[in-house]
Nanobody, 124 residues
Framework: QVQLVESGGGSVQAGGSLRLSCTAS????????MGWFRKAPGKERDFVAAITWTGSNTNYAESVKGRFTISRDNAKNTVFLRMNSLNPEDTAVYYCALKSGTMLQSSGSNYGYWGRGTQVTVSS
């Protein structure tokens, strides 16, 4: 089994920044891609960003391009999401997810493991 634990959420004002972290433990695959998703109240879960095992390829939702940056530290089995220029529309529970293999995927159905989420609240 693989366990994912997110941290770094909180409340910020519009224009502020946060950095989320997600650490994987347990029987992680030899190499794996990681993704961030978010779910706002009353909305479906949305893709935010993904990164390959090497970190050489990333993918972002249009709504966060230029503001969010995904990165990873494989020595620590940790993926990060740096979020800048936050606005109230970014308010959501943010989840990290893990999938085996090297391909980036934006569909949550491709990810086999999920964290429990961390709340991000942006006030205007």
């Amino acid at each position: 089994q693989v366990q994912l634990v997110e941290s770094g959420g909180g409340s910020v004002q519009a224009g502020g920044s946060l950095r989320l972290s997600c650490t994987a433990s347990g029987r992680t695959p030899t190499n794996y891609a990681m993704g961030w998703f978010r779910k706002a109240p009353g909305k479906e879960r949305d893709f935010v960003a993904a990164i390959t095992w090497t970190g050489s390829n990333t993918n972002y939702a249009e709504s966060v391009k230029g503001r969010f940056t995904i990165s990873r530290d494989n020595a620590k089995n940790t993926v990060f999401l740096r979020m800048n220029s936050l606005n109230p529309e970014d308010t959501a529970v943010y989840y990290c997810a893990l999938k085996s293999g090297t391909m980036l995927q934006s569909s949550g159905s491709n990810y086999g493991y999920w964290g429990r989420g961390t709340q991000v609240t942006v006030s205007s």
